[in-house]
């Protein structure tokens, strides 16, 4: 086992026992690996750990706006890439209107982002990413796009709608 491989694998182990520090540490080291290296990750997550980077995405989503922080947006972004539509698409695309939302509410440039992102990603996802940011109806009803409505009191946040 490679250097690169034990590491990753010991960053596995600490999302295992503390998801939120080690997704965040995993999403780090995913940005500093090769492109080689981010498709030998994207492809060795299991269900559980692709479940805990869409969650993050969406805690990113919120907390990037609560604390004005565009690293933190970024990072949502990073975790949609890894997870890389490993369950189902459409998951995605509803935590990708979030970070949309959230980028305009940032004041970011969201096809900056996107192509970013789609540098880190594999093939398809880098579509899924194009796609998505040629859509017509990105600034439509959040709650009929994503199943999410934004609530501003007493803080930030989006809110699942029944």
């Not at 440039?109 to 998505?132: C, G, P, W, Y």
Request: glycine content about 4%; charged content about 30%.
């Amino acid at each position: 086992m490679t250097e690169y491989e034990q590491r990753y694998r010991k960053l596995i182990e600490e999302i295992n026992i503390n998801s939120g520090e080690g997704v965040l540490k995993l999403i780090e080291f995913y940005k500093e690996s090769s492109l080689e290296q981010r498709g030998f990750i994207r492809e060795s997550i299991d269900n559980k750990i692709a479940g805990q980077l869409l969650s993050y995405s969406y805690t990113a989503a919120i907390e990037s706006v609560k604390n004005n922080s565009k690293e933190e947006l970024f990072n949502g972004f990073v975790a949609q890439s890894i997870e890389d539509s490993r369950r189902d698409y459409r998951d995605n695309i509803g935590m990708l209107f979030l970070l949309y939302n959230s980028t305009k509410r940032l004041g970011e440039n969201f096809n900056t982002i996107i192509k970013r992102v789609a540098k880190l990603s594999s093939t398809d996802f880098a579509s899924l990413l194009m796609e998505f940011a040629n859509r017509n109806d990105l600034d439509s009803d959040l709650v009929k796009l994503s199943g999410y409505k934004m609530v501003e009191e007493p803080e930030f946040n989006y809110v699942w709608v029944e």
